[in-house]
């Protein structure tokens, strides 16, 4: 089976990262994903900007370029950023706009907003929230408004799993990644989101796996086909659910 990859970073040493809360990654190059995830099947993905990249989408879009044909690309932009700048980075391949809460990455839920209506209306991308799910509730005059998005590694905790359901329900999508981040089992958050919305939720290895206690191990596959079985809802889980939200076959080759 095909395998897409809806969360992974590439930090590649010819741009400049900046310590973000202290914490500097080492290089993970192009190279280096190839040789984990190509034994894992992945034919595709999409390339996250990193808190530690700032606001700066040229090194998403030189991985994607690198990566090739059935890879996108996620950015973290400034709040300025104006229309023209987002269409040009749609075709170079980006197809959603990052803001990390969790660390510390974002401007006011104002600007959140309005960058994220209109990358929407410009280019069809969704918003990606990196957040404890807990905080939702104090979010939701933000989080009710966007137009598309898709939160991060399973919303990290217990107490925010009801809080995600709640967005699922309104038609979020959700990466089952970064498992060692969660202070729960994944299985737990999986089996209720598919039970919401089977084309909900999207596999993700976080490679290189930055900050977290344990990088993504080949074990967490056997995690997925455990929560939902090795039918088509696995298919959906590990390939078909995130083809459709990223839309890889759009992009065209240099």
Request: charged residues 20%; aromatic residues 6%; glycine residues 8%.
């Amino acid at each position: 089976m095909a395998l897409f990859d809806a969360h992974l970073h590439i930090i590649d040493p010819r741009f400049a990262v900046t310590a973000n809360q202290g914490y500097r990654p080492p290089a993970f190059t192009v190279a280096d994903y190839r040789a984990q995830a190509g034994p894992l099947g992945i034919t595709g993905g999409a390339v996250v900007a990193g808190s530690f990249q700032g606001f700066d989408p040229e090194p998403i879009i030189a991985a994607v370029r690198a990566l090739g044909a059935g890879f996108v690309g996620v950015a973290q932009l400034a709040s300025e950023t104006s229309e023209e700048e987002i269409a040009r980075l749609a075709v170079d391949g980006l197809r959603a706009v990052r803001f990390n809460l969790r660390r510390g990455m974002c401007p006011e839920p104002a600007a959140i907003l309005d960058l994220a209506m209109r990358a929407h209306r410009v280019a069809g991308w969704h918003a990606e929230l990196y957040l404890d799910a807990a905080e939702l509730p104090n979010l939701a005059a933000l989080v009710d408004r966007l137009p598309a998005v898709c939160f991060d590694h399973l919303g990290l905790t217990r107490r925010g799993l009801p809080h995600l359901l709640r967005q699922v329900e309104r038609g979020a999508k959700v990466k089952a990644s970064g498992f060692a981040r969660l202070d729960f089992p994944a299985a737990e958050a999986i089996r209720a989101i598919v039970d919401v919305d089977p084309a909900a939720i999207l596999f993700g290895t976080d490679l290189p796996g930055t900050r977290a206690p344990r990088p993504f191990a080949p074990e967490d596959l056997e995690q997925l086909a455990e929560s939902v079985g090795d039918g088509t809802q696995l298919r959906r889980l590990l390939h078909d659910n995130a083809v459709a939200l990223y839309r890889p076959n759009q992009v065209q080759p240099d």
